[in-house]
């Protein structure tokens, strides 16, 4: 292993906390959701984040129960999305237990990122500086608007006046 030595336990710990506080208010929050989801599995392969165990979500899909895994990393709890093995492997804990809370952290968003970019050996997709490369965007239900176009309506010619 290179620099993720270089990243402390408790250091993750925040980060993935400050990640994980933010996600669940984003407009968009599968990116913060899949970082933090990735850095968790990799911490658990290198042991260094322990499964506690099962829970019933408190977010019910389409209705239906399911179960999320809690995982502990040093001070800090959350929840990821159990594997089969899991299910055959793990005791389940039943209803969200309240008392497995977070200690209060103050970090910032971007801060929380870096530590777990590091972690996880992430590199941001790098955006192309022509913009002419690119195709434009266009929605099928685009409908050019036809305001101030003299032609109207369009395939018409200018009308011929007697």
């Known amino acids: 292993m290179h620099e993720k030595e270089t ?13 994980n506080r933010h996600a669940k208010t984003a407009p968009d929050p599968k990116h913060l959701y899949h970082i933090k989801k990735e850095s968790i599995s990799r911490l658990l392969k290198e042991k260094r984040a322990e499964k506690i165990g099962l829970h019933f979500s408190n977010n019910p899909r389409f209705s ?5 895994l809690l995982v502990k990393v040093d001070k800090y709890f959350f929840h990821i999305p159990p594997t089969k093995d899991d299910f055959k492997e793990l005791e389940h804990l039943g209803e969200l237990d309240q008392s497995y809370r977070n200690p209060s952290t103050k970090m910032s968003l971007s801060q929380a990122k870096k530590i777990v970019y590091r972690h996880i050996d992430w590199q941001p997709v790098k955006k192309t500086q022509n913009r002419s490369n690119r195709k434009k965007y266009r929605s099928s239900y685009f409908t050019p608007s036809s305001l101030g176009k003299i032609d109207w309506p369009p395939g018409k010619t ?4 007697r």
């Open 64 to 68: 239906n129960q399911h179960s999320t």
């Open 7 to 19: 990243v402390s336990l408790n250091d993750l710990g925040k980060a993935l906390f400050t990640i």
């Open 158 to 161: 200018k009308r011929k006046t």
